[in-house]
T-cell receptor, first 106, second 115 residues
């Protein structure tokens, strides 16, 4: 199956800082999604982005499918951005990375 | 539109018992997938149902089973529970076409504790 690697595993930020999370995948994909897992465990959709760049408020994502990676940018971080961020790619199922745990300190 | 719903939200069982979890997809969605999340193994795919048929299955023992009803609601069952089955079980639904390019939307999960 497709291997998905996320880095860094942990990220500690001061409120207002910017950050970049990376997702590498081992094969070409039809679908790549970024999720934020809230403290209660629910996976919240951030982006569906098999290629190109998208922005949603302070978050943006870029996927370079030919080079098999995706980046998630968090700008002007807030404490509510804390949590675990997952990328997931699809062959016949979602294959998840191990996640990046983001902690934003006030 | 209402999101994906899962019931119950929390369950405590003892070893050897069985458990049934329920998932109602977003209205109009015909594909339902189940995932298990544990601290050690992360998020792992259990199975996927589309139009009442199991279309794909992950690498889990036969104690894990599921089904889908004509209204697209899905249930998963775990028999002869083991301590290692303690996990967050997440259900996801995707749109009518069921293609791999469809966005998947997750429910809030059922947290199962096996004592």
């Amino acid at each position: 199956g497709i291997q998905v690697e996320q880095s860094p595993p942990d990220l500690i930020l001061q409120e207002g800082a910017n950050s970049t999370l990376r997702c590498n995948f081992s094969d070409s994909v039809n679908n790549l999604q970024w999720f934020h897992q809230n403290p209660w465990g629910q996976l919240i959709n951030l982006f569906y982005i098999p290629s190109g760049t998208k922005q949603n408020g302070r978050l943006s994502a870029t996927t370079v499918a030919t080079e098999r990676y995706s980046l998630l940018y968090i700008s002007s971080s807030q404490t509510t951005d804390s949590g675990v961020y997952f990328c997931a790619v699809v062959d016949y199922k979602l294959s998840f990375g191990a996640g990046t745990t983001v902690t934003v300190r006030a | 539109k209402a999101g994906v719903t899962q019931t119950p939200r929390y369950l405590i069982k003892t070893r050897g018992q069985q458990v049934t979890l329920s998932c109602s997809p977003i209205s109009g969605h015909r594909s339902v997938s189940w995932y298990q999340q544990t601290p050690g193994q992360g998020l792992q795919f259990l199975f996927e149902y589309f139009s009442e048929t199991q279309r794909n299955k992950g690498n889990f023992p036969g104690r894990f089973s599921g089904r889908q009803f004509s209204n697209s609601r899905s249930e998963m069952n775990v028999s002869t529970l083991e301590l290692g089955d303690s996990a967050l079980y997440l259900c996801a639904s995707s749109s009518a076409s069921g293609a791999s390019t469809d966005t998947q939307y997750f429910g809030p999960g059922t947290r199962l504790t096996v004592l």
